[in-house]
């Protein structure tokens, strides 16, 4: 359920589903550089051991950036979460034209839905998005030893 909507100005990616907005709270008041985790989506560690991994999370944050200029402004729809371990805002980030950006992640298969499902099944579904982009030739070095190759 969507708590509340705020106008926010885009400040940077910090991965393909975290970044960091100033937001409107109205009346002059902006929150500057908080963190905000994207809700429904989850996308590859860019801090992973795993090159596979890595590389692939570092592929999703690119596509990110690309979305997300620095500067644009976009709607952030907050929904209520009992405790990031991070201390992040959970927002769905609405785009100029009214479209999820989770929605666009996770069509371009950067990325996949997630509301709390396990590691096995996660990295399953990445396994498929890395298969996808591997076979369109979107991938560096695709050969590399990696969860997404050995299961």
Known sequence: MSLYNYKAKVRRVIDGDSIVCD?????????SE??????GVDTCE?????????????????????????GMKVTLSTHLDKGDKFGRILAEVI????DSLANR????RWGVRYFGRSKEDLIEAHR????????????????????????
């Open 34 to 39: 908080r963190n905000v985790r994207l809700f």
């Open 105 to 108: 992640i996770i069509d371009e």
């Open 128 to 151: 498929k998005n890395w298969l996808y982009h591997r076979d369109k030739g979107n991938l560096i070095a695709p050969n590399v030893p990696s969860v997404f190759v050995n299961g």
């Open 46 to 70: 860019i801090r992973s051991k795993d090159l596979a991994v890595k590389q692939f999370g570092k592929l999703a944050k690119q596509f990110v950036q690309r979305q997300l200029p620095r």
């Open 95 to 98: 785009m100029p034209y009214g």
């Open 23 to 31: 937001i409107d709270l109205g009346f002059g008041i902006i929150l």
